[in-house]
């Protein structure tokens, strides 16, 4: 993005200070060294950009990124205008990396509208400060200057309250996962009284099966043969007195025969 914003405001510079419309940067004719001078720098594209293969060229593409940049960034709309005529290469390199900004930003949207808007509003305000200082190396100005100060002031506001929102669905989603985690760990008690109880009534079955598949004990009263009469019983001695040394039942013994002597 900064390589073809670069040479778009160096051609508009350099059209009207003179030279032929069809100038290009890579012309080593070119009695103007800033292009090739600053070329090394700006050709450093991010990883993350370098990894996705560019979109080829189409009038569908150019009607994408011209559906970003025009409702959005009128002055990025003004540069490309003579850039399309001026180096159509470059052109057709803007034209497909904005087209890909366009899908990413759409794509987001439908993910998340609110991330989407302040994306939005972030590569507007990054756009614009390339633009600035792009234009402000082709032809330096006070006037210049203060409205690039000016583009970086909004663009570290945009920043701001992009990290805000980043940082406050982060916490949301904190709390959410702090929820899961506190219903997760109720139900893993939960399971485990269920379980211990599940596991005491599996045994308590075990038991009652293993009891029930046991042959039952005889009372040893009910191997004894009852008698059904009276005339089968033995009838047991009575024991005879024995004569005692005990001086309590001697008089006992004697009563009666004193009183027959009398």
């Not at 497909?96 to 989407?116: D, F, I, Q």
């Not at 001695?237 to 025969?257: G, N, Q, R």
């Amino acid at each position: 993005m900064r390589y073809f914003l670069f040479l778009a405001a160096l051609i508009i510079s350099v059209a009207h200070s003179g030279p032929s419309v069809g100038w290009s940067a890579d012309d080593p004719q070119s009695s103007h060294p800033k292009p090739d001078s600053a070329q090394p720098k700006t050709k450093c594209v991010p990883p993350a950009k370098a990894a996705v293969p560019p979109l080829a060229f189409s009038p569908e593409v150019e009607a994408e990124a011209m559906a970003l940049v025009r409702p959005n960034l009128l002055e990025l709309a003004q540069v490309l205008e003579p850039l399309k005529t001026a180096n159509p290469p470059e052109y057709r390199k803007a034209i497909t990396e904005l087209a890909a900004e366009a899908r990413t930003l759409t794509a987001l949207r439908a993910r998340n509208p609110a991330r989407s808007d302040l994306a939005l509003e972030a590569w507007k305000a990054r756009t614009r400060v390339e633009l600035i200082a792009a234009q402000l190396a082709g032809a330096p100005s006070p006037e210049g200057e203060s409205r690039l100060r000016a583009a970086i002031e909004a663009r570290v506001d945009v920043e701001i309250r992009r990290h805000r929102f980043e940082v406050g669905q982060q916490e949301a989603a904190i709390v959410k996962v702090r929820e899961n985690l506190k219903r997760v760990e109720a139900n893993r008690d939960r399971a485990k009284v269920a379980l211990d109880r599940a596991e005491k009534d599996r045994n308590a079955r075990v038991e009652a099966r293993f009891r029930a598949l046991l042959p039952k004990k005889v009372s040893p009263t009910a191997t004894k043969p009852v008698p059904r009469s009276s005339m089968f019983t033995i009838p047991t001695p009575t024991p005879t007195p024995t004569p005692s040394d005990d001086a309590e039942t001697m008089p006992s013994l004697k009563a009666p025969i004193e009183g027959e002597t009398r």
